[in-house]
């Protein structure tokens, strides 16, 4: 292999240039062929994307992990709880029996790459706000449902309690696949994409408590406001989406009375509905795409997709919609040097940051991932 001398400490990578490590990339893609799959999320910088095999909205990538059969490494250009999706779903026991027992790798470039909402629950607090749900309602009608942005443990509670996780992408369906199974939904930890789902579903806004999971006493909730519930929101958000406001909307369609405002559903809810469309990042790329020339967009999600779809499509007229960078931080973190470093470790057969779910949690996350593939083939 072009590429199996003995790879360097991270520290070096950060000396090469860009032109360098783009070689050296393209060396390893070269010398694993088929057995690599380099997976971009959107918000990946351009010249990371540039080197992926892929791309994609979190759902596509998870459906990417699920569906390919040659690979034997996938390198996960996005957020830890991704690459674990991936992992999951890439080493589901069908899949292993397939290749004899064969894992397949999974590798974040940098473990720092992690997303501050994920972080918004834990399994303690989700555990102990089960538990105080069960004392005021019957929790055999309650249907929990976490939003793909969560840890594999908060993907295996869900999967344990017959839930299923969603993405931006299919918000919709999850909620009406648990309306026709309960009564109710614990949705977590994105409040704004479980209310603006929900709202758009009509279901009223004074049955929607926010679960504070800091408080102590049913999430800061009266008992009768949980008795009256449809969806119980988890006060979780994610901190680049909530700094679009109401106001950068009213300024650009003050300025443009033609502008079509098109926004990701973690924006919060007075964002969403002042916008015209509404969607992952995925259907955001989409609506661009499908738009004629002159079409004159406001675009409310991370600047690096917003900048990458400026660039894509100059026959528009594309705004970010706040005047603040609002970009992601820990998407950001994959650079060409971590690609590199993790690329070489991985063509040396002595691999870094591999995301490896434990097996328990693995089982009951899959179970949950499942639910979600199945309703939105
Ligand atoms: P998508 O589901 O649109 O890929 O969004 C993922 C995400 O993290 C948005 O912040
Ligand atoms: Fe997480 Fe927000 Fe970054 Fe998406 S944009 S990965 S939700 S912090």
Known sequence: MATATKPEAFEHYRSLSDAELIERI???????????????????????????????????????????????????????????TADILANRPERLAERGGRRVTVVLPDMAAGCSLA?????????????????????????????????????????????????????????????????RVLFFPDQHLARNTAKAMGVPLDEMPLWDPRKPVLGGNSHDAIARSRVILWRGHC??????????????????????????????MEVVDLADVVGSTGKIIEAVRQSPPGTRWAIGTELHLVQRLKQNHPEQEIHFLSPMVCMCATM?????????????????????????VDEETARWSLAALQRMLEISK
């Open 119 to 183: 972080d918004m629950a834990d399994i303690d607090q989700v555990e102990e706000c089960w538990q105080q749900l069960g004392e005021t309602i019957d929790t055999s009608r309650l249907m929990p449902i976490t939003y793909v942005n969560s840890s594999a443990t908060l993907k295996a509670f869900v999967g344990r309690h017959g839930g299923l996780v969603c993405t931006s992408a299919n918000a919709r369906a999850a909620l009406e696949w648990a309306f026709a199974r309960a009564d």
């Open 332 to 356: 950001y973190r994959i650079d060409l040097a971590h690609l590199c470093w993790s690329l070489e470790h991985l063509a040396t057969g002595a691999p870094v940051n591999v995301i490896r």
């Open 239 to 268: 901190s680049v989406h909530q700094m679009f406001l109401p106001d950068h909307v009213a300024q650009f369609r003050a300025k443009y009375p033609d502008i079509k405002i098109l926004v990701h559903p973690e924006c919060m």
């Open 26 to 84: 393209g060396a390893v893609r070269s010398a694993m062929g088929e057995q690599l799959l380099i997976l971009g999320h959107h918000y990946q910088q351009d010249d990371v994307i540039a080197l992926s095999d892929l791309q994609g909205d979190s759902y596509q990538l998870a459906k990417l992990a699920a569906q390919d059969r040659d690979c034997n490494a996938i390198v996960f250009c996005g957020v830890h709880f991704m690459a674990e």
